[in-house]
T-cell receptor, first 108, second 113 residues
Framework: GQNIDQPTEMTATEGAIVQINCTYQ??????LFWYQQHAGEAPTFLSY????GLEEKGRFSSFLSRSKGYSYLLLKELQMKDSASYLC?????????FGTGTRLQVFP | NAGVTQTPKFRILKIGQSMTLQCTQD?????MYWYRQDPGMGLKLIYY???????DKGEVPNGYNVSRSTTEDFPLRLELAAPSQTSVYFC????????????FGPGTRLTVL
């Protein structure tokens, strides 16, 4: 079956580091995406992982462990504009399945 | 490039009415998708297309129809609107398959009363 779990909400302080976790169960894993979605707007692409390890892109990094069915998105030097929902999406065989998203609020 | 555009931005329908949500992309992408997003929920795939003339059902296709006569356009048709179809609808496109970044349109917020 397909199941993606993310925390519903998280809060953090400007300038801090936050880690958003995503666990998944799939029949045939073929890759994992992270998308950012500001309230009332469309999702935008952040990262894609298909091999184990860490992918770094500026202030954002994404990690994948296929054997553990686990990924995280790491946001460094948080800014107010990082307040948004972060969607984990997994390719299961031939389907892209989205999690319900983690709403991150950054406070001054 | 405008990317992916959707019209209308907002619409209120009465139960039983029909409408077409328009989606156009100017990136020459082969793959196009329609999703719905209910409050607090993830995106659910309604229909997708891998190229002009080819469409296929996603996870929640009931009550919807699509067509893909050109590479650029992928309209979504709602027949006999129901309150359960109240949602935000996003169209997206990608150059190749699922393992490529999807570019999303701004969304259409639909309310069925």
């Amino acid at each position: 079956g397909q199941n993606i779990d993310q925390p519903t909400e998280m809060t953090a302080t400007e300038g801090a580091i936050v880690q958003i976790n995503c666990t998944y169960q799939t029949s045939g894993f073929n890759g994992l995406f992270w998308y950012q979605q500001h309230a009332g707007e469309a999702p935008t692409f952040l990262s894609y992982n298909v091999l184990d390890g860490l992918e770094e892109k500026g202030r954002f990094s994404s990690f994948l462990s296929r054997s553990k069915g686990y990924s995280y998105l790491l946001l460094k030097e948080l800014q107010m504009k990082d307040s948004a929902s972060y969607l984990c999406a997994v390719i299961d065989t031939d389907k892209l399945i989205f999690g319900t998203g983690t709403r991150l609020q950054v406070f001054p | 490039n405008a990317g992916v555009t959707q019209t209308p931005k907002f619409r209120i329908l009465k139960i039983g009415q029909s409408m077409t949500l328009q989606c156009t992309q100017d990136m020459n992408h082969n793959y196009m998708y329609w999703y719905r997003q209910d409050p607090g929920m993830g995106l659910k795939l309604i229909y997708y297309s891998v190229g002009a003339g080819i469409t296929d059902k996603g996870e929640v296709p009931n009550g919807y129809n699509v067509s893909r006569s050109t590479t650029e356009d992928f309209p979504l048709r709602l027949e006999l609107a129901a309150p359960s179809q109240t949602s935000v609808y996003f169209c997206a496109s990608s150059s190749l398959g699922l393992d490529y970044e999807q570019f999303f349109g701004p969304g259409t917020r639909l309310t069925v009363l």
